[in-house]
């Protein structure tokens, strides 16, 4: 896997709009922030368009994207927001350049097919916080720890133990991201091997018999059976149907890879919840689940 090089004081930063547009209004919060972290901030021609619930539209945004790519002097390049979108664009997009000349992608949610895009083609990307996230908050130590990472600072978390966490030590490739787009992506270029990789998964705002369908998607696809382990982080606003499901998200979760002997790991905090830590996909981690805690290192 290829790794760009870690960001340093004064690199220059792209911000593009793949997917959904925000108020221009947010900007000034958005380039202040990457300002004091030591960043000079691109915008990218989407930033500045709205096209209905969309950034511009989708030659726009294609080329958007392309251009970012494709511009030595751009070290890192952050995606706006999620939403829905980036999926519209994706086949009109030329990767090759970052072989040759890497540079780090950072998002979640919508981005997902970013990065099963960039760990395909081997290259390390950031699942993390984004603009959008950073012009909503003032004390954000996610962001914080998003930086530290692109900066080639140490990433490891210690969180609590869950009670339905599965103990055990593993190491291998970390992939994954939003469960959604991952089930969506199957059966197209854009999906992923996950074979002998750790898996991490999040969702948001989905009734949980959805949900339960999209997980089976993914098991029956051979998804979930030769993992090497499973990180599960924020299942958010997850909602309940009448008559109820009769089981909560994590236990949904449990229940499908019951059967399979890897670790597994509740509670992550990354996703659509308050700090979203960041994690870098396509490195290898390590992955120590016991009685009393759990510990993820890169």
């Not at 958005?30 to 691109?42: A, E, P, S």
């Not at 992550?268 to 120590?288: R, T």
């Amino acid at each position: 896997m290829i790794i760009p090089p870690y960001l340093k004081q004064g690199d220059k930063v792209g911000i593009i709009a793949p997917a959904r547009h925000i108020e221009q209004s947010k900007y000034e919060s958005i380039i202040n922030i990457l300002t004091r972290y030591g960043f000079n901030t691109v915008r990218g021609n989407t930033t500045y368009l709205e096209y209905g619930p969309f950034a511009g539209t989708d030659t726009e945004r294609a080329a958007d994207l392309q251009s970012m790519i494709n511009d030595p002097s751009i070290n890192a390049i952050f995606c706006l927001r999620g939403g829905y979108g980036t999926v519209r664009i994706i086949d009109k997009i030329d990767f090759s350049f970052l072989k040759e000349n890497p540079k780090w992608i950072i998002g979640f949610s919508d981005i997902t097919i970013l990065h099963n895009v960039l760990h395909n083609a081997g290259i390390v990307s950031v699942h993390g916080q984004m603009p959008l996230n950073f012009a909503e908050r003032t004390e954000n130590k996610g962001l914080d720890k998003l930086i530290s990472a692109l900066k080639g600072e140490s990433v490891n978390y210690r969180i609590e133990m869950f009670k339905l966490n599965r103990v055990g030590v593993s190491s291998a490739y970390l992939v994954g991201g939003n469960v959604a787009i991952l089930s969506s992506l199957i059966g197209t270029p854009y999906d992923i091997n996950t074979d002998g990789k750790i898996l991490f998964i999040e969702e948001v705002g989905e009734y949980l018999y959805r949900f339960d369908r999209l997980m089976y998607h993914l098991k029956l696809s051979g998804k979930l059976s030769k993992l090497k382990g499973l990180i599960v982080g924020g299942l958010t606003d997850m909602k309940d149907n009448i008559p109820e499901f009769g089981q909560s998200v994590e236990e949904i979760v449990h229940d499908l890879v019951k059967e399979y002997n890897y670790p597994v790991c509740f509670n992550f905090p990354a996703g659509h919840i308050k700090e979203n830590f960041p994690l870098i996909f396509g490195k290898k981690i390590k992955m120590d689940i016991s009685e009393n805690s759990s510990v993820i290192s890169f």
